[in-house]
């Protein structure tokens, strides 16, 4: 069993930064990978970016150059740093840590781009 927190979402101007934490407990040995999804309202839920044990990381094109994932393997924690927000990136974000084919999911944390 993986249990996942996020936190670190709220509500920023355009052009903002935030960033996104998502703390690891349990078995998180067995974790091959981390990812970062959102979904916005009426949306499908969509991956953002993500970083494998090995530390090679992907993004979605649409946030490629403004958000940075990254992780302290000392505290289990794996972040996404978003910069230059856009009003578009409102959402839920939502972590999600793969073991095998499974994946767990934490509960999400909201993040609203508005002036």
């Known amino acids: 069993q993986v249990q996942l927190v996020e936190s670190g979402g709220g509500l920023v101007q355009p052009g903002g930064s935030l960033r996104l934490s998502c703390a690891a407990s349990?078995?998180?040995?067995?974790?091959?990978?981390m990812d970062w999804y959102r979904q916005a309202p009426g949306k499908q839920r969509e991956l953002v970016a993500a970083?494998?044990?090995?530390?090679?990381?992907n993004y979605a094109d649409s946030v490629k150059g403004r958000f940075t994932i990254s992780r302290d393997k000392a505290k289990n924690t794996v972040y996404l740093q978003m910069n230059s927000l856009k009003p578009e990136d409102t959402a839920a974000y939502y972590c999600?840590?793969?073991?095998?084919?499974?994946?767990?999911w934490g509960q999400g944390t909201q993040v609203t781009v508005s002036s």
């Open positions: 999600n840590g793969r073991v095998g084919v499974r994946g767990y």
């Open positions: 349990g078995s998180i040995f067995s974790i091959s990978a």
């Open positions: 970083i494998t044990s090995g530390g090679s990381t």
